[in-house]
């Protein structure tokens, strides 16, 4: 069975500052994929970054950045320079490459980001 | 390019009635999917069609369950609504042969038991 654990429920910050959001997850899975979904208050989930288990280096989009560390089955989330639209609920998911596996994504329990001005 | 639209955006029920909430997937994806989001629970996997076939069902019991018709668009069905089905219903959409298994998801219908 796949889980994936988001410890953090709750970060407040404020603006400008960074936010690193945790994120560990288990599968017997050897290939798979990593993501991180923003869920602002409309709550339809939006698309962040992926990774697939092979791949484990570390980039940066614009103001997002993330880790991943197989040894370690965790790959945590980075907003650099935080604003307030930045203010959402975060998930980690994963998913196991092959179709066959039932295609489904499972999430974190969410990390819920409060981005003061 | 229209995204995953999903109706209603509310809707509201009494114990023992019965919902449908309906999906529109991405034009040109074959493949739909149905999350739940209930308070406290976070997101789970419900249900996953594709060329109009069930391919996969989260651990839900049988009153859920839900169809794709051929032109792709899905509907959810749940029977004897409880109040624990409260929740957010996200619909995702995918295209079948997307080595990424990317989903797009749509803004969600909330339902309310009373």
């Known amino acids: 069975a796949q889980k994936v654990t988001q410890a953090q429920t709750e970060i407040s910050v404020v603006e400008k500052e960074d936010v690193t959001l945790d994120c560990v997850y288990e599968t017997r899975d050897t290939t798979y994929y990593l993501f991180w979904y923003k869920q602002p208050p409309s709550g339809e989930l939006v698309f962040l970054i992926r990774r697939n288990s092979f791949d484990e280096q570390n980039e940066i989009s614009g103001r997002y950045s993330w880790n991943f560390q197989k040894s370690t089955s965790s790959f945590n989330f980075t907003i650099t320079a935080s604003q307030v639209v930045d203010s959402a609920v975060y998930f980690c998911?994963?998913?196991?490459?092959?179709?066959?596996?039932?295609?489904?994504?499972?999430f974190g329990g969410g990390t819920r980001v409060l981005v003061k001005p | 390019e229209a995204g995953v639209t999903q109706s209603p955006t509310h809707l509201i029920k009494t114990r023992g009635q019965q919902a449908t909430l309906r999906c529109s997937p991405i034009?040109?994806?074959?493949?739909v999917y149905w999350y739940q989001q209930a308070l406290g629970l976070g997101l789970q996997f419900l249900l996953w069609?594709?060329?109009?076939?069930?391919?996969n069902r989260g651990n839900f019991p049988p009153r859920f369950s839900g169809r794709q018709f051929p032109n792709y668009s899905s509907e959810l069905n749940v029977n004897a609504l409880e109040l624990e089905d409260s929740a957010l219903y996200l619909c995702?959409?995918?295209?079948?042969?997307?080595?990424?298994?990317?989903?797009?998801f749509g803004p969600g219908t909330r339902l309310t038991v009373l």
């Open positions: 069609y594709d060329e109009g076939e069930e391919r």
């Open positions: 034009s040109g994806h074959t493949s």
């Open positions: 998911a994963l998913i196991n490459m092959i179709k066959a596996a039932g295609n489904k994504l499972t």
């Open positions: 995702a959409s995918s295209l079948v042969d997307s080595s990424y298994n990317e989903q797009f």
